[in-house]
C-alpha cells in the first residue's frame, strides 16, 4: 500500500501563503503523476494540481494563478506552493497519485485554515 505523509498546513490570514509538502515513501515516485487533492466541510474531495512526470501543470480553475505546485523525484516528494489564499480554500489536502487507484490509499493529510 502506498504512504502519503502531508504537512505544511496552518492556519493563515486571507492573502497569506503557505507551502504544503508530502513525502511519499516506498515506490518510483518518479513514473507517477501526481496530485494535490483538497476536502472541505461538507463537501466532496477534489483534485486542485496535478504534475506530471515531465513537469507539466494542470490546476483547477479556482486556484489558477494562485497556486503552484512542483517536485522532488530525488526526494520522492510533491510540493503546493499557495499564495493570495482565500477563505475557500479552507479544507484538508492531501497528496495522491493522478488519476486515482481503483482502491486508493489516503494519508492523514494537513489542514488549512483562512480566516480573518
Known amino acids: 500500500q502506498v504512504q502519503f505523509v502531508e504537512s505544511g498546513g496552518g492556519s493563515v490570514q486571507p492573502g497569506g501563503s503557505l507551502r504544503l509538502s508530502c513525502a511519499v515513501p516506498?515506490?518510483?515516485?518518479?513514473?507517477?503523476?501526481m496530485g494535490w487533492y483538497r476536502q472541505a466541510p461538507g463537501k466532496q474531495r477534489e483534485l486542485v494540481a496535478a504534475?506530471?512526470?515531465?513537469?507539466?501543470?494542470n490546476y483547477a480553475d479556482s486556484v489558477k494563478g494562485r497556486f503552484t505546485i512542483s517536485r522532488d523525484n530525488a526526494k520522492n516528494t510533491v510540493y503546493l506552493q499557495m499564495n493570495s489564499l482565500k477563505p475557500e480554500d479552507t479544507a484538508v489536502y492531501y497528496c495522491?497519485?493522478?488519476?486515482?487507484?481503483?482502491?486508493?490509499?489516503w494519508g492523514q493529510g494537513t489542514q488549512v485554515t483562512v480566516s480573518s
Open positions: 495522491n497519485i493522478d488519476p486515482l487507484l481503483t482502491v486508493p490509499s
Open positions: 516506498g515506490i518510483i515516485f518518479s513514473i507517477y503523476r
Open positions: 504534475i506530471s512526470l515531465s513537469g507539466g501543470q
